[in-house]
């Protein structure tokens, strides 16, 4: 019963972030298409400006509802970020909200449990996640976790929550999670910084800049990896 109420909040949380988002998008639309105008530049600035500490305030809300129900991918928030308020305070901004939010969830499943868990993510795969001998081994499961979340794609906010209930040591975690979103969230918040700058190209170049060397270092990893630790990983997750 307290599983249902669980996913009727979330259902109903969903609906209310996607609102908000819709109504954002719609609010920046007219501002953000004249971006490669010098007057639209001029324009979205002044816009920001006027929002002040509600700018940030809104902003963490969406990064709240993105982390803890993980229903829109973290990549547009950091661009956000990053066009409104520049590459370095953006990125910041974003690792940091990141962190507090991450270690936020990290610490309410390791107090109240599972059924926390039950409420925002499908109990059968935490189960199978939990369960899985890969994820229960202490040695193995901070490299996982390390690699699944610099990996593009994968569920890091679901890993948020699985965290939690893996044996790994809270400051470990908080380190990993911290870090490993580096690379992409500056990659995101300096294409967002060139988007605001009406420098399209050099937001893409930077991206790729960034990105393809952590790939590379990760298909290194792999290659070395004789146990197929990330492999054996992503089936367990994805199944």
């Known amino acids: 019963m307290k599983n249902s109420k ?8 969903t609906i209310v972030v996607l609102v908000a988002i819709i109504g954002l998008i719609i609010y920046l639309a007219p501002i953000m298409i004249k971006l490669s105008t010098e007057e639209g530049r001029i324009a979205f600035k002044e816009k920001v400006n006027e929002w002040g500490f509600l ?4 902003l963490f809300g969406l ?8 229903i829109i991918p973290g990549e547009p928030i950091e661009i956000l970020s990053g066009m409104c308020y520049g590459g370095v305070i953006g990125s910041i901004f974003i690792i ?11 610490f309410a499943v390791r107090i109240l449990g599972k059924k926390f868990v039950y409420n925002f993510c499908d109990e059968k ?3 199978k996640i939990e369960n899985s001998k890969l994820f229960q081994n202490p040695r193995k499961v901070e490299k996982i976790m390390l690699i699944l979340f610099v990996l593009p794609g994968t569920p890091k906010d679901l890993l ?29 918040t300096l294409a967002g910084a060139n988007l605001a700058n009406g420098d399209w190209k050099m937001s893409i170049i930077i991206y790729l800049v960034i990105i393809i060397p952590v790939m590379i270092a990760i298909f290194i990893m792999n290659k070395f990896d004789k146990e197929k630790l990330t492999d054996e990983a992503l089936k367990v997750i994805n199944k």
Not at 6 to 13: A, E, P
Not at 55 to 58: D, L, T
Not at 63 to 70: C, D, K, R, S, W
Not at 96 to 106: D, E, K, L
């Open 96 to 106: 940091a909200s990141a962190g507090i939010i991450s270690t936020g969830i990290f």
């Open 55 to 58: 700018g940030f305030f809104s």
């Open 125 to 127: 795969k935490i189960e």
């Open 160 to 188: 948020v929550y699985i965290s939690g209930l893996l044996p790994i040591k809270p400051f470990r975690f908080i380190i990993i999670s911290t870090i490993a979103r580096i690379p992409s969230v500056i990659s995101s």
């Open 63 to 70: 990064q709240v509802a993105q982390i803890f129900l993980f």
């Open 6 to 13: 669980g996913k009727v909040l979330r259902i109903f949380f």
